[in-house]
C-alpha cells in the first residue's frame, strides 16, 4: 500500500497549522503550554501569542507539516 505524498503533506500541515493556532489560544487565554510555545518559538522566528505571531505561527506550522509529511511518505513509500 502507497501512500499519497500531497495528501499526507497537506493533512499534515493543516494539523499542525491547527495545533500551533491551538496552542497559541490556550497560552493567551489560561497560560497553559508557555514552556512549549517558548521551545516552538525559538524554531518559529516571530512565533508568539500576539495576533501577528500567531499567523506567523500558523503559517511556519503549515510549511513544517506540509514539509514534514512529504517527507515521510516518501520514505515510506520507497521502504515499503
Do not use: R
Not at 495528501?7 to 497559541?24: F, M, N, Q
Not at 518559538?41 to 516571530?46: E, I, K, T
Amino acid at each position: 500500500m502507497k501512500l499519497s505524498i500531497k495528501g499526507l503533506a497537506l493533512t499534515a500541515a493543516i494539523l499542525w497549522a491547527l495545533c500551533t493556532l491551538v496552542l497559541s489560544i490556550t497560552v493567551s487565554q489560561w497560560g497553559w503550554g508557555s514552556e512549549c510555545l517558548k521551545i516552538i518559538s525559538s524554531m518559529y522566528l516571530g512565533y508568539d501569542t500576539t495576533l501577528t505571531g500567531t499567523v506567523i505561527g500558523i503559517v511556519w506550522g503549515f510549511a513544517d507539516g506540509l514539509v514534514s509529511g512529504a517527507v515521510f511518505a516518501w520514505l515510506y513509500n520507497k521502504l515499503a
